[in-house]
Structure formats: structure tokens, C-alpha cells
């Protein structure tokens, strides 16, 4: 029998993942049942499990996943508007439904009652934050090399981030937001060199 590439395990790992966000962007993490998952997944529930042995572990999966590049990194020549616009794309239309803003609320919120989902939400929050804080030393510096984040850079970053939770909540629940407006104020309080 012929040995299963890499890619092929992997498109299958994804094609899991993306299935689970579209049922938990539909039902909520609590009333998802595994079995709807197994189904939208199109596999077969013992080849399922192979891949994901709980809820837990795929909802850890969906968390740990999404900033946005490949491999996990960020882009070199990211500018804090850019960031943030990106981060916004993700939840507000043209660049996405609102399937991954409930998402993302789901997440947030299921992590304040999970250790496990916590630990893996609150190090990819730290890794947005920390890069964040980055590109604004950067900004004020002018050198990437020797740019080092201060306290009121983390800060700041920490700020930016929880303005786009609370963007991401209204955009979840449809609220009657102007979100290019929304969007373009979290851009001037957040995105330029100085405060």
C-alpha cells in the first residue's frame, strides 16, 4: 500500500479545521456536537479522531492557527496599520463573514472557562501584542534591527488589541455599527507613530 504524503495528511488536517469554524461559526463551541463536525468534515468518525481526539483539541487547533501568514510568522514589512487593518479584514465583509467574528467571541469566551483553550488564546494574543509593540518601537526608531518595545509600547499594543476584540463583538452580533468608521478611528488612535 502506498505511503500518505505530508501534504495530503496536512490538506486533510485543514480541510477538518475549516470544517469545524463554519459548525462552530453556526451552533456556538457548546452546542456543536462532534458529530456534526465528523460529518461536515466528509470522513469517516474513526479516521476523525486520528486527527483530532476532542473538541478541545480542535478548538486549541482553530486558535493557535490564524494570524494571518504562513508558518506561523509575521510579515517583515508590516506596518501597525497594516496590522490592524489585516486583523480587521478578518471579521467585517469585504474580507470575511461574520462567521469568524462569532468565532473569534467564541473563542474568547470558552477560553475564560478553559485552562487549556486560555494557555493557547492568551499565547497567540501575546504574540500578536508583542509583535505589535514591535512595529511601533520600530515606527519610532526607524531600525528594525535596534528597535526594542517599551512598556508604553506593549501597552499600546495591548490596547489596539482589545479595541479589535470589541470590533470583532460588534461585527459578531450584526450590531448597527458603521465599521469603516469604526475601523478608520481604531486606525488613528492606534496605527500612527505618536499619541
Known amino acids: 500500500m502506498p505511503r500518505v504524503s505530508q501534504e495530503y495528511l496536512q490538506a486533510r ?3 477538518i479545521v475549516e470544517a469545524a469554524r463554519a459548525v462552530f461559526a453556526e451552533k456556538g463551541f457548546a452546542a456543536a456536537p462532534m ?13 476523525f479522531y486520528r486527527y483530532f481526539p476532542s473538541k478541545a483539541a480542535l478548538v486549541a487547533e482553530i486558535v493557535s492557527g490564524r494570524d494571518g501568514t504562513e508558518g506561523g510568522g509575521f510579515p517583515a514589512d508590516e506596518t501597525p496599520g497594516d496590522l490592524l487593518r489585516r486583523l480587521m479584514s478578518y471579521v467585517t465583509p469585504p474580507g470575511a463573514s461574520a462567521d469568524h467574528a462569532r468565532l473569534v467571541v467564541q473563542i474568547w469566551a470558552e477560553a475564560s472557562t478553559s485552562e487549556e483553550l486560555a494557555a493557547v488564546a492568551v499565547s497567540r494574543h501575546t504574540a500578536l501584542r508583542d509583535h505589535l509593540a514591535g512595529l511601533y518601537a520600530r515606527n519610532r526608531e526607524g531600525d528594525a534591527e535596534a528597535a526594542k518595545p517599551t512598556a508604553a509600547d506593549s501597552t499600546r499594543a495591548e490596547a489596539a488589541l482589545a479595541a479589535l476584540i ?17 475601523g478608520r478611528q481604531i486606525e488613528t488612535a492606534f496605527a500612527c507613530e505618536e499619541q
Open 13 to 15: 488536517r485543514q480541510g
Open 166 to 182: 470589541g470590533y470583532a463583538t460588534l461585527a459578531a452580533v450584526d450590531a448597527p455599527a458603521d465599521f469603516a468608521a469604526l
Open 35 to 47: 458529530a456534526a463536525i465528523v460529518k461536515a468534515s466528509g470522513l469517516s468518525t474513526g479516521t
